[in-house]
């Protein structure tokens, strides 16, 4: 049973526009959420999180939006530039569960750029 | 930069055979990680450690062991190497012990199980 879903396995967007990638979860305890960024042979980065005590987080031309309600967060991209190209992860933890807060991960979103 | 790498950075090997991954950090931090990541699945964890000999395990834990004598490295062996575990192994740290669980990763290890 996933508890983190990325439904959309792959997206593509024009240089200069705005990408959207999108996370599902399914576990009400989750209380904070990571996106990572993955190039091919290389380790995932790290790139943005938010608490659940926040609907929004924003970095540069990275923000991302909760909905607690819905169980739903996204992560947009403004301006989508070419390397930006890469797996983006959606990630979840429950800090205060017995798992000791272990991140849950998606599938990952292949998003590619295109100039 | 989170001072991680892990050895050998590639790897063929046969099935039955006994195979150990290396993690090695610089910064001294307690809780270290595994996953394996496979197309379709994202990234699963194999195994914990919260401290020197303090091992867990994670989802996907059957067929592997860890250990970790020193905080610097943390190993990973498949006692017996299957098809199914060929795969991109990637070792993982945490910054601090409370608070978010941000993890940052070492580069990977490609291994294939012929």
């Known amino acids: 049973d996933q508890q983190v879903k990325q439904n959309s396995p792959s997206l593509s967007v024009q240089e200069g526009r705005i990408s959207i990638l999108n996370c599902d979860y399914t576990?009400?305890?989750?209380?904070?959420f990571l996106w990572y960024k993955k190039y091919p042979a290389e380790g995932p980065t790290f790139l943005i999180s938010?608490?659940?005590?926040?609907d929004k987080n924003e970095d540069g031309r990275f923000t991302v939006f909760l909905n607690k309600s819905a169980k739903h967060l996204s992560l947009h991209i403004v301006p989508s530039q070419p390397g930006d190209s890469a797996v983006y992860f959606c990630a979840a933890s429950d800090r205060y569960g017995g798992s000791q807060g272990n991140l849950i991960f998606g599938k990952g979103t292949k998003l590619s750029v295109k100039p | 930069d989170a001072g991680i790498t892990q050895s050998p950075r590639h790897k063929v090997t046969e099935t039955g055979t006994p195979v150990t991954l290396r993690c090695h950090q610089t910064?001294?931090?307690?809780?270290m990680y595994w996953y394996r990541q496979d197309p379709g699945h994202g990234l699963r964890l194999i195994h914990y450690?919260?401290?020197?000999?303090?091992?867990d395990k994670g989802e996907v834990s059957d067929g592997y062991s860890v250990s970790r004598s020193k905080t610097e490295d943390f190993l990973l062996t498949l006692e017996s190497a299957t098809s199914s575990q060929t795969s991109v192994y990637f070792c993982a740290i945490r910054r601090g012990v409370a608070g978010p669980n941000e993890q940052f990763f070492g580069p990977g290890t490609r291994l294939t199980v012929l």
């Open positions: 576990n009400s305890m989750f209380d904070y």
């Open positions: 938010i608490s659940s005590i926040k």
């Open positions: 910064e001294n931090h307690r809780y």
């Open positions: 450690s919260y401290g020197v000999k303090d091992t």
